[in-house]
C-alpha cells in the first residue's frame, strides 16, 4: 500500500476498558493531522476516577480471568494469534496509524504494522522460556526462584512510533502474565486502540489490555499513581521520565523502566570505506521521520580531512528529500508532529545560528502541498558543545558537524553531558571501531551502520539521562518479572 484517502479512514475514540469502549462528558482534546492540521477527532481525558475504574478493572481481571495462571504455553498460543491478526490488519492499521502520525504510508504498512506483530509474536514464544531457577543448596533444602508477574502495568507511550514503541512495552508485559493499562500519546491515540480490540479477539481476556486517554498531567500522572499499578514503564522525553520516576518513587517505590530523550553522535573516521554508502547512511539517520526518532543521529563528528567531502554529499542527499503527506506516494520527508514542535525546531536552529552556526543548508520550512508543519534537513557547521543544536534534543531534522584530528577528541566531543542513548562508528579499523565502542557512554553503538535490524534479542535503552532499564531481548521481559525467592527444609 502507498497511498490512501485520509478522508475515508474513521477512528473510535473513548477509552478501551474491560474489553469495550468508554466514552463519558467532560473536557476533551482536539485531535490533528500531522500531515494537514485537519483537527479529524476528539479525545476525552480519563481524570483520576476513570484511571481508578480501568485500573480497578485490570485488577480484578487479572485476579479472576486466569491470564497470570494459565500454561504458559496457552498464553503464548493467544499472543501468537494476536501477533497473526495484527498483520493481517495490515490494510487497517496501516493507514490509521499513518493518518494520525508522522509515518508515510509505506513504512506503516510495510514496517510499523508487521514489526509490531513480530515484537508480539517474539514476546509471546518467551512465555514458557522463564520461569525461575533452582539454586545450589545443601540436600536438606530445596532453594529456587519463581518469576512471577507484577500484577497491572502501567505503560506510557510517546507519539513517535505509535504502534511500535507500544508494543515494545505491552507486548513482553502480556507475555509475563501480566495486566497492562496503556496511554497513548494524546497526538496518536487511536491506533492502539484497534490493538486492544485484536487482542480481545485473540482470546485475550477482556480487562487485561486496556487503553486509557487524556494528556501527561491528567491522565498520565493519575495511572503512574495510582496504588495498584505495581510497575511503570515509560518511553518519551527525559523531563517526563523524571518526573515519573518521582511520582513512582512517592506512591510506593514502583520500579520504572524508562526509555527517554537522545543526542546521539555519528564518528567518521576518514578511512571509513565508501563515503558515499557513508553519506547516505548518516542523512537517513536524522531525516527518517523527520528527525523525530529517539536514536537520530544528530551529531556528526567527522575527521577533518573528509570533512568537506561529507558534508557536500549529506547536502546533496538532503535536497533529494520531497516533503509531504503521509497518505502519498512520493513523499519521503513526513511532516514535524505539530505546529509548536515545528517552531521549537526553528527556534533551535535560530539560536544556533545567533550564537555562531552556519547553515550549511536548510534552516527554514519546506514546501509540501498540505498546510502541516514540514522542515528542511538542515546541517549546521561551525558549532561548539555549547550551540543549542549540539546540546538539547530538537526531533527534527536538524543535524550539527564538528570535526576532530584524533580518536581521543572524538570520543571527547561525543560525550554529551546528559544523554547516552547510541552512537555510530564509521571506520574500516576493527581495533579502531572497539576502542570507540567501549569508549562511548551509550547504551547502543552501530559499527558501520546505524539503526536496528529486525533482532529482537537485541535490547534498547539509554546510559546516563536517556533513560533505565531495556525496551526488548531478554532483558525486558524480565523487567516484566519479579522474583520471588523460596526455601524449603527438608528435615522436618
Ligand atoms: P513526552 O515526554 O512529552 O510524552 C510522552 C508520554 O508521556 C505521552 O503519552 C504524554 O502524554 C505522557 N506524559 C506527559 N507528562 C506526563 C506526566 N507528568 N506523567 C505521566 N505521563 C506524562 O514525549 P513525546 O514528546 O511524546 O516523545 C518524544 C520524546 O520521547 C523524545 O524525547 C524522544 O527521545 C523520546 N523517545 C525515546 C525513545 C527511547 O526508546 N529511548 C523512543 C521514542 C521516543
Given amino acids: 500500500m502507498d497511498r490512501f484517502d485520509p478522508n475515508t479512514i474513521g477512528v473510535r475514540s473513548g477509552h478501551f476498558i474491560g474489553g469495550a469502549y468508554v466514552d463519558e462528558a467532560g473536557p ?8 494537514d492540521g485537519v483537527v479529524y477527532a476528539s479525545l476525552p481525558v480519563a481524570d483520576a476516577a476513570m484511571i481508578d475504574r480501568a485500573v480497578q478493572n485490570a485488577w480484578t481481571a487479572w485476579r479472576t480471568s486466569g491470564w497470570a495462571r494459565i500454561a504458559p504455553r496457552e498464553r503464548a498460543r493467544v499472543l501468537r494469534r494476536f501477533a497473526d491478526l495484527v498483520a493481517a490488519d495490515a490494510q487497517t492499521l496501516a493507514p490509521l496509524e499513518a493518518l494520525g502520525s508522522t509515518r508515510p504510508i509505506r513504512d506503516t504498512f510495510n514496517w510499523d504494522v508487521p514489526f509490531t506483530a513480530e515484537g508480539i509474536r517474539f514476546y509471546a514464544e518467551f512465555a514458557d522460556k522463564i520461569g525461575g531457577d533452582v539454586v545450589a543448596t545443601d540436600h536438606d533444602h530445596l532453594g529456587m526462584t519463581i518469576a512471577e508477574p507484577y500484577g497491572v502495568i502501567g505503560a506510557i507511550a510517546p507519539w513517535n512510533f505509535p504502534l511500535v514503541m507500544a508494543s515494545w512495552k505491552i507486548a513482553p508485559a ?10 497513548p500519546s494524546e497526538m496518536t491515540p487511536f491506533s492502539v486502540l484497534r490493538l486492544a480490540e485484536l487482542a ?20 498520565g500522572d493519575a495511572l503512574v499513581r495510582h496504588p495498584r499499578i505495581a510497575k511503570v514503564t515509560f518511553t518519551g522525553s527525559t523531563r517526563t521520565g523524571a518526573a515519573i520516576m518521582a511520582a513512582c518513587a512517592e506512591t510506593g517505590t514502583k520500579p520504572v523502566t524508562l526509555e527517554l530523550g537522545g543526542k546521539s553522535p555519528q564518528i ?32 556528526l563528528l567527522v575527521e577533518r580531512s573528509i570533512a568537506d567531502g561529507l558534508a557536500d554529499r549529506i547536502q546533496r542527499i538532503f535536497s533529494e528529500l520531497k516533503a509531504g ?78 570535526t576532530f584530528d584524533t580518536e581521543d577528541e572524538a570520543l571527547e566531543l561525543a560525550a554529551h553531558p546528559d544523554y547516552g542513548l547510541a552512537a555510530g562508528v564509521h571506520t574500516a579499523d576493527l581495533g579502531r571501531a572497539l576502542r570507540m565502542v567501549r569508549g ?53
Fill in 28 to 35: 476533551r482534546i482536539d485531535v490533528a493531522r500531522p500531515s
Fill in 174 to 183: 502480556l507475555a509475563a502474565g501480566n495486566a497492562v493499562v496503556l496511554k
Fill in 200 to 219: 480481545v479477539e485473540a482470546g485475550v481476556p477482556p480487562g487485561i489490555f486496556n487503553v486509557v486517554q487524556g494528556d501527561g498531567r491528567t491522565t
Fill in 268 to 299: 567518521v573516521f576518514a578511512d571509513a570505506p565508501r563515503l558515499d554508502d557513508v553519506a547516505r547512511r548518516i542523512a537517513g539517520a536524522i531525516t527518517a521521520n523527520a528527525g523525530q526518532v529517539c536514536v537520530a543521529g544528530s551529531r
Fill in 325 to 402: 503527506p503521509t497518505w502519498t506516494p512520493g513523499a519521503t520527508l513526513p511532516p514535524i508532529i505539530s505546529e509548536p514542535q515545528a517552531a521549537r525546531i526553528e527556534g533551535i536552529v535560530e539560536r544556533s545560528v545567533a550564537s555562531g552556526a552556519q547553515l550549511h543548508c536548510g534552516g527554514q520550512r519546506a514546501d509540501a502541498a498540505t498546510p502541516g508543519a514540514f522542515y528542511t534537513p538542515t546541517l549546521l557547521t561551525h558549532v561548539t558543545q555549547q550551540t543549542p543544536a549540539v546540546r538539547e534534543e530538537i526531533f527534527g531534522p536538524v543535524l550539527t558537524l564538528q
Fill in 440 to 492: 562511548i557512554e551509550a547504551g547502543t553503538v552501530w559499527v558501520n551502520r546505524y539503526g536496528r535490524t529486525s533482532d529482537f534479542m537485541i535490547p534498547t535503552g539509554g546510559y546516563k539521562r536517556s533513560g533505565l532499564g531495556k525496551d526488548l531481548g531478554r532483558q525486558a521481559y524480565e523487567a516484566n518479572l519479579r522474583f520471588k525467592s523460596v526455601l524449603i527444609d527438608a528435615r522436618v
